[in-house]
């Protein structure tokens, strides 16, 4: 059974850093894309950075220039996300997805951790 089990949230103040990460365990074959979304109470989930399996890396406006999304080339099962210049607006319930297969799919699908918050306050 595949899990994503995210780590390393916790309260900041506005201008620090955090980096989460998150593994995904289980039996699994391959692994494409791993994104990690937040959300806030009462607001969509949104997309915060996603990373292909080739490396390629894509990001909200709001966080280009200050999160750097990276990945574990040698088992691609590990997602990270520095986040730095952090800033209150950034404070959410953090996700991780994974789009892999895993034993006993016929294909590729999407995974979520349980979530891991980040508080930034002062």
């Known amino acids: 059974q595949v899990q994503l089990v995210e780590s390393g949230g916790g309260l900041v103040q506005p201008g620090g850093s955090l980096r989460l990460s998150c593994v995904a365990s289980g039996t699994i074959f391959d692994v494409n894309n791993m994104t990690w979304y937040r959300q806030v109470p009462g607001k969509e989930r949104e997309l915060v950075a996603t990373i292909t399996s080739s490396g390629s890396t894509n990001y909200a406006d709001s966080v280009k220039g200050r999160f750097t999304i990276s990945r574990n080339n040698a088992n691609k099962k590990t997602v990270n996300l520095q986040m730095n210049s952090l800033k209150p607006e950034d404070t959410a319930a953090y996700y991780c997805?994974?789009?892999?297969?895993?034993?006993?799919?016929?294909?590729?699908?999407?995974?979520w951790g349980q979530g891991t918050q980040v508080t930034v306050s002062s």
């Open positions: 997805n994974a789009n892999l297969w895993a034993r006993g799919e016929r294909s590729f699908r999407d995974y």
